[in-house]
């Protein structure tokens, strides 16, 4: 199967690969899923090839990149997996504070890099999540309040349609498309490299996560209904001096 393809940069992975039970995993452990065949990307054209190979073969195709979704949908049982964590160059134009992004990239590689400069894409709140599927999903992090998600900052995008054509979208160029990638998923083509907007945030930020021992759940969230209960009888009270 797939010896009909000259082989590319990148590798295809069969059933038989000692590499395919460990390349079809996800970060959900409880994901037990077996693709017809594995496409690890390197480049643009080895993205192409496995999308000819899937349309010539009239299978699915399903994306990984950092394969973080909880419900494993970046693999299905007997599709083409078009596997792109090995493509995570990233460029930074100071000039433009634009950042240009292969798909496979994860958050922290972004941020070590932009972070030289005193820049940041606004990003999730965990280090390990892939670029593609949080761009593509909205994506929520710590810079939200002021930039707003993940995919208001994409200004351009390099995708593979399921045609197997090569497009550069932005808000010029397929306008229709553009919109449509911008929080609403991944099923509208396989994107190989995104160009983000960039924001000074300067070179050293303090963050604090205050996480909770499990065994304090109870306390917690009885201190938190309290809470809640004493805003809404103060809330109850201002409105009824205003009538």
């Known amino acids: 199967m797939g010896q009909d393809i000259e082989q590319k940069s990148g590798r295809k992975i069969e059933c038989d690969h000692p590499l395919y039970h460990l390349k079809r995993k996800v970060w959900n452990s409880h994901v037990d899923r077996y693709p017809a065949i594995i496409f690890e990307c390197q480049h643009v054209q080895d993205v192409l090839d496995a999308v000819h190979y899937a349309n010539e073969h009239g299978l699915k195709v399903s994306v990984r990149g950092g394969g973080f979704h909880p419900a494993g949908r970046t693999v299905k049982d007997n599709a083409v997996l078009i596997d792109v964590s090995q493509m995570n160059e990233i460029q930074v134009d100071e000039i433009s504070k634009i950042a240009i992004i292969e798909a496979g990239a994860i958050t922290r590689e972004v941020d070590k890099i932009t972070q030289e400069y005193g820049l940041a894409v606004p990003l999730a709140?965990?280090?390990?999540?892939?670029?593609?599927?949080?761009?593509?999903?909205?994506?929520?992090?710590?810079?939200?309040?002021?930039?707003?998600?993940?995919?208001?900052?994409?200004?351009?995008?390099?995708?593979?349609?399921?045609?197997?054509?090569?497009?550069?979208?932005?808000?010029?160029?397929?306008?229709?498309?553009?919109?449509?990638?911008?929080?609403?998923?991944?099923?509208?083509?396989?994107?190989?490299?995104?160009?983000?907007?960039?924001?000074?945030?300067?070179?050293?930020?303090?963050?604090?996560?205050?996480?909770?021992?499990?065994?304090?759940?109870?306390?917690i969230l009885e201190k938190a209904k309290a809470i809640a209960s004493r805003r809404l009888r103060i809330s109850h009270l201002i409105l009824s001096s205003q009538n």
Request: include cysteine; charge should be neutral; aromatic fraction near 12%.
């Open 125 to 219: 709140m965990n280090s390990q999540i892939g670029i593609s599927g949080l761009a593509l999903g909205g994506g929520i992090g710590h810079l939200r309040g002021k930039y707003g998600l993940t995919s208001d900052n994409i200004v351009g995008v390099h995708l593979v349609t399921g045609e197997g054509q090569l497009l550069y979208v932005n808000k010029f160029e397929h306008p229709a498309l553009f919109w449509a990638i911008r929080g609403a998923g991944a099923n509208f083509g396989v994107v190989t490299k995104f160009e983000f907007q960039l924001h000074p945030v300067g070179q050293y930020i303090l963050g604090i996560d205050v996480v909770y021992d499990y065994k304090d759940c109870k306390q």
